[in-house]
């Protein structure tokens, strides 16, 4: 086992994966850095990595503020009560006001935007999506960050940031190994934009065997998003906010061209309404403020994800299932019933395969759906993720130190998933967070901000050893057994990963347990999860690609540790739908209307858990009338 | 679904080992064709499918739910633009063509070069403007949204 250390030095900005976030990031920094140094450290191909590999059929996040159709406040307002009050406002303010632009020039790069006939404007799928023919997404916006890098290194697996010797708490690059030919890679760079990816697989998934690749998110999205932040000890918040999704069953198409686009709409195995139904009794856990079904009838207010995930689950344990979509109708259409087919092809090719094995037409059948094991992530309808620095235009003092999309730790800013509060952002959205953070990295660069910073070559050999340790374990333990995966020593990346997601499952709201969970269960969790971590040292890998694998449940559980620490620290049940806190079963404003931050402490692994202060985002006009009127 | 690679066809030239996202296309040691080390780690994305030069991949539907004999093949043409899809049923009863663009421009030719971009006055750092900005955002003379143009403020507390 001899490795290479391969040395890149001298970066300005290095991109630790190069999703939608970290295309983002490259590309603008060329421009706001002509001058400087841009790395791009990604795990796969550029050409087809993150969660946007296969393609998407839409754009979820746009304003349309060029048609008249929405200002950026609307969308925080729509995110606000999506997630039940938990974002960072001015996050996704400065978000929704930069992000028609990105919009715009993709449609310039190439990418086929759908535009409405009779209007002109964009083809509308719902009020902030629009449809594309997004196949080739993921290649066209790389296509655009190679041109602005200096280096991209695919394949190359960031295991850990590297941090400053001569200043506390400041960043300096990152290392990790390349999975085809194992060489050690050390990238010292004064910022780091770290735009990995959320966490699929760290609960059991409800497919077994072959299928468990299936999953919503992408198996290749191992939390090194957080992996890394947490690790380097940046504070996080909202990590107790996973997210379940309503999709179709098994194959875990998306539903939001179907409801928004087709019209189609569920029914419960009867062929009833069943939604309103449990409103009533979900009313009296989440309060009239955050469920008000009359008034979301009159106004259009959406109800948010995780109550309709609520009356989903609720139905089906009524003994009323299956949940149907009701395409039957729509499917009538020839037009819609193509768009139906086209939306899998262009983003879930896997349900369309589904469809075609189980002989399901959705002309003359309802399809089921189901509600998904929990995946934590910061871009789709939660917003998991870093405590950062919001612009110095719209943070208050408690959000802002300095540079916009900062994290705690000096120097290293977060894109896409790795932001945490941020939901809703999407591709366009993530791609617009990378802009963001790249134009901010620069300036902290230009501030003299990087100066002087050091690595020992005890930091880099220490990070080595730690790296390639698995293969070591291998080859030490590997043969006290005649053949097989059965060994006393050691475990491998497999065996951790269905040990991780059972505890996930079972302790801490997978869906065996239909998503319920309390402290003592919680505690169990924790403790469970710690003794894995034990386990995690002696982990072994007896080739490259395992060491990848080996890396991955790492950060899977390091993200799943947070889950369980931000779980327990939040008492109550904030989004019924998306998980319960059996010993907290409502919703508590006078307690927990907070985002709640955390810390590890990379020294010692413990937490620290904080409260941070909500801000919402009102009218000026209208609350000065409101106290007058109170006066 | 899991993708599997046809003995006659695979020539073992890598290009699903260079593309796929997850690194579970690799080349057997023994034949030298590529295989799927590890099907429970596939998102059937197709990235290797569409990458394949001799139509030598394929997928099967997952094992524990998908049953046999239906087929959803792929052909992609960068240089056409366009993308075009077969899928069969099972029953034989549905066999669908779909075609749809992929790009509107000639491949790899749309997106700029930002080095040799005009470059960013102090004005522009000092703002919260970003490449193309305030134009791209609205096409017209507006500028930039801030909370004071939209009549907003930031409240702590409790808010609906």
């Known amino acids: 086992m001899k490795f290479d250390t391969i040395v890149e030095e001298d970066i300005d900005i290095l991109v630790c994966g190069a999703g939608l976030g970290g295309t983002g990031a490259a590309f ?24 946007v590999a296969q393609g998407l059929y839409a754009i979820n996040c746009y304003m349309g503020t060029r048609f008249g159709e929405n200002n950026p406040e609307d969308h925080v307002r729509y995110a606000r009560i999506d997630l039940m009050g938990m974002v960072r406002e001015d996050l996704l303010f ?19 935007l759908m535009r409405n006939p009779k209007t002109g404007t964009y083809q509308r799928e719902g009020r902030w999506q629009i449809m594309i023919h997004g196949e080739s997404y993921k290649p066209i916006v790389a296509d655009a960050a190679k041109k602005s890098a200096d280096k991209v290194f695919n394949r190359i697996c960031v295991t850990h940031l590297l941090m400053d010797d001569a200043k506390e708490n400041r960043v300096a690059g990152a290392v ?12 010292k760079s004064k910022a780091v934009i770290v735009a990995a990816g959320g966490a699929s697989n760290i609960y059991k998934p409800r497919s077994v065997g072959e299928g468990a690749g299936r999953v919503w998110y992408a198996p290749w999205s191992s939390g090194s998003a957080y992996g890394l932040l947490i690790g380097a000890g940046a504070k996080m918040t909202q990590m107790e906010n996973r997210i379940v999704l309503a999709r179709f069953k098994d194959g875990y198409g998306p539903v939001g061209a179907y409801f928004l686009h087709l019209k189609t709409y569920t029914q419960n195995g009867l062929g009833e309404e069943y939604e309103s139904r449990w409103w009533p009794s979900l009313q009296e856990i989440v309060g009239k403020e955050y469920l008000d079904p009359e008034l979301s009838h009159r106004t259009h207010r959406p109800i948010p994800t995780c109550l309709r995930n609520h009356a989903f689950i609720q139905e ?27 939306n899998f092809l262009g983003m879930t090719v896997g349900q369309a395969v589904l469809w075609a094995a189980t002989d399901v037409d959705p002309k003359y059948e309802n399809p089921e759906l189901t509600t998904s094991e929990p995946y934590v992530m910061g871009s789709h309808a939660t917003g998991c993720g870093a405590w950062c620095s919001g612009p110095e235009d719209l943070s208050p003092p408690e959000y802002y130190w300095g540079y916009n999309r900062m994290t705690t730790v000096e120097g290293l800013f977060g894109a896409g998933d ?22 901010a990295a620069c300036r902290y660069i230009d501030d003299g901000k990087a100066d002087g910073i050091k690595v020992s070559e005890e930091q880099i050999n220490r990070r080595k050893e730690e790296i390639y340790k698995p293969m070591e374990t291998y080859r030490v333990f590997r043969n006290e057994i005649t053949a097989g995966s059965v060994n006393p020593n050691y475990i491998n990346p497999r065996q951790a990963l269905d040990r991780l997601q059972k505890l996930m499952d079972e302790y801490v709201g997978g869906v065996t347990v239909n998503y319920m969970t309390n402290e003592k269960l919680l505690n169990i969790g924790l403790k469970k999860l710690k003794t894995l971590q034990e386990d995690l040292e002696k982990i072994a890998a007896d080739n490259i690609h395992e060491l990848l694998r080996a890396w991955e449940v790492k950060h899977r559980t390091m993200t799943s540790e947070s889950v369980i620490q931000h779980t327990l620290f939040r008492k109550e049940t904030r989004w019924p739908g998306y998980y319960y806190r059996g010993d907290f079963l409502k919703v508590d404003d006078a307690n927990w ?30 609350d000065k009338d409101k106290e007058s009127a109170v006066a | 679904m899991p993708t599997f690679v046809y003995m006659t066809r695979c020539d073992g030239c890598g290009h699903c080992v260079d593309i796929c996202p997850s690194d579970i296309m690799h080349i057997d040691k023994d034949t030298r064709r590529a295989y799927n080390i590890e099907p429970n780690m596939c998102w059937e994305c197709y990235s290797c499918v569409k990458a394949c030069p001799h139509q030598a991949i394929d997928v099967r539907g997952y094992a524990d739910f998908a049953p046999l004999g239906h087929s959803v093949r792929v052909k992609r043409d960068e240089e056409k633009g366009v993308i075009a899809w077969r899928i069969k049923f099972r029953n034989g009863k549905k066999d669908m063509d779909l075609l749809a663009p992929i790009t509107t421009k000639p491949w790899g030719s749309a997106t700029p070069q930002l080095r040799d971009a005009e470059p960013p006055t102090q004005e522009q750092r000092d703002s919260q403007l970003l ?13 930039i949204h801030t909370f ?11 808010d609906y």
């Open chain 1, 593 to 622: 209307h907070v985002l709640t931050v955390s810390r590890r402490d990379p020294e010692t692994g413990e937490y620290t858990m904080e409260k941070a202060p909500c801000y919402h985002l009102v009218e000026v006009d209208k």
């Open chain 1, 94 to 112: 400065d978000m929704a006001r930069h992000v028609d632009s990105t919009v715009h020039q993709f449609e310039e790069w190439g990418l086929p």
């Open chain 2, 148 to 158: 004071e143009s939209n009549g907003l403020e930031m409240r702590q507390g409790v």
């Open chain 2, 131 to 143: 490449f193309n900005e305030p134009k791209y955002i609205r096409f017209d003379e507006g500028d």
């Open chain 1, 176 to 187: 990790g190994f390349n999975v085809r030919t194992g060489n050690y890679h050390v990238f």
């Open chain 1, 28 to 51: 603008e920094a060329r421009y706001w850095g002509q001058d400087k140094k841009i790395v791009i450290a990604e795990k796969a191909n550029i050409d087809r990595s993150g969660a």
């Open chain 1, 316 to 342: 089906v344990n009524a003994g009323r299932g299956p949940i149907h979509m009701v395409t039957m109708e729509a499917f009538q259409d020839p037009h819609l019933e193509e768009i139906g087919w086209h």
């Open chain 1, 418 to 439: 790795a932001v945490g509060g941020t939901p809703h952002a999407f591709s366009s959205g993530s791609f617009t967070e990378g802009r963001l953070a790249a134009k």
